[in-house]
């Protein structure tokens, strides 16, 4: 076969086999489509494919292949992130900022500290540590794994619940946008590289200035043309912030960052994303399953996955739940909004990625976050559906 004919086979396993699994096997409820698409990603990559069937594996994800969906999957993953930064919605957050600062701070603070307790435990084991690390670096990384909230899988989760347009699931979005913001703010403190700090101030300075001129021009403009000019401007900070020393990702965020969702047609918005995740995540999920590894035993990486994953969920319902104290809510509220916002998937997946590309944490430590995305996502519609209706009766 020619390098064409392998890449559409590896594209007809891409969206084929996901799709039948999800439809077939209804798994809806607790496992949406993109959590399958994740799923077939690792099940597709080295440790399991790779494994049983090397030579298929290898025929069809040749490395031609593999760098042709590697490129679709950068450009996917930063679309993605940027429609997941133009969603925060800051003016709402200071609006209703003691609440919002504090749900916030406590729903972030102290998963990040129980996440980075359990990095402390696999610092000093062989196999977790990337090489380029130092320790802060490999346990502030997996805390922030295991603090973030991932925004575009939560509107999902919520819409399907029929959440979203309520009061309480605004709120929500409120404190997950504050804590997207802070994550990816923690994330471009562990990528400094002191040896390009120079670039790296070079950046932020020109990314300020060229923000605030990016702003003026895009009020100034049709609708019709700010689509245009956004995926302009998405492309110039990815490139600037990767040339910085960076990464891309955080220049998409960036980008995001600067639009304002108010610029563009809602319903539009929303259609992009869907879009996105229809036609360019799936690669993405593909690429990032070809990166898993089990170079310390499958036992072990499953083990940390575990650990991982209750400092995750522990630290997101304590948090919460001190924050319901402080603040007053009703006793049925605080479990809804902890168990949503510890909803990983696709964001975690993106900053282990960046992780992993930095050389900060392992192949298995990649691995074992991925399991711990999948399993928290997997238990957020079972965990609230159920105490939604409770609160919904009369």
């Not at 790779?50 to 025929?59: K, L, Q």
């Not at 540590?129 to 509107?155: N, R």
């Not at 021009?217 to 000019?229: F, G, I, N, S, T």
């Not at 035993?297 to 924050?323: C, N, R």
Request: glycine letters at 10%; charged letters at 10%.
């Amino acid at each position: 076969m020619s390098a064409n004919e392998v890449f559409l086979v590896a594209m007809l396993i891409i969206f084929s086999l996901p799709w039948l699994v999800w439809r077939l096997c209804r798994t809806d409820y607790f496992a949406p489509l993109v959590v399958v698409q994740i799923v077939m990603g690792i099940l597709l990559g080295p440790g399991v494919l790779g494994r049983w069937f090397p030579d298929y594996h290898a025929w069809v994800f040749a490395p031609p292949v593999v760098q042709a969906l590697n490129g679709l999957a950068l450009w996917a993953v930063m679309l993605f992130v940027m429609i997941a930064g133009t969603e925060l919605d800051l003016g709402q957050a200071w609006r209703h900022r003691r609440e919002s600062g504090i749900t916030a701070g406590l729903a972030l603070g102290v998963p990040l500290l129980l996440g980075c307790a359990a990095a402390g435990v696999l610092l000093h084991l062989p196999g977790w540590v990337g090489e380029a690390a130092q320790g802060w670096q490999f346990v502030l990384g997996i805390g922030m794994a295991c603090a973030v909230t991932a925004l575009p899988i939560l509107i999902l989760l919520m819409e399907k619940l029929q959440l979203l347009r309520q009061p309480l699931g605004q709120r929500i979005l409120r404190y997950a946008s504050l804590d997207d913001i802070a994550v990816w703010g923690l994330l471009a403190l562990i990528l400094m590289d002191w040896n390009r700090v120079g670039r790296q101030a070079l950046f932020l300075a020109g990314f300020a200035l060229a923000a605030w001129g990016f702003r003026r021009l895009m009020v100034r403009l049709p609708e019709a043309d700010r689509w245009h000019v956004a995926l302009i401007w998405l492309a110039l900070c990815g490139f600037t912030a990767d040339w910085a020393g960076l990464h891309y990702m955080v220049g998409a965020f960036l980008a995001g960052a600067v639009l304002e969702a108010a610029w563009f047609d809602q319903a539009r918005l929303d259609q992009l994303r869907h879009h996105v995740l229809l036609v360019l995540m799936p690669v993405f999920f593909l690429s990032t399953g070809l990166r898993t590894g089990w170079s310390v035993g499958g036992g072990e990486v499953f083990a940390a996955a575990a650990l991982l994953l209750g400092a995750t969920v522990a630290g997101k319902l304590l948090g919460v739940h001190l924050a319901g104290r402080v603040l007053g809510w009703p006793a049925c509220e605080a479990p809804i909004i902890g168990w949503l916002l510890q909803t990983k998937a696709l964001i975690m997946i993106i900053f282990a990625n960046i992780l992993l590309d930095r050389q900060i944490i392992t192949s298995a430590s990649f691995t074992a976050l991925l399991l711990m995305a999948v399993a928290s996502t997997m238990l957020t519609t079972p965990m609230v559906a159920p105490r939604l209706a409770n609160r919904r009766a009369p």
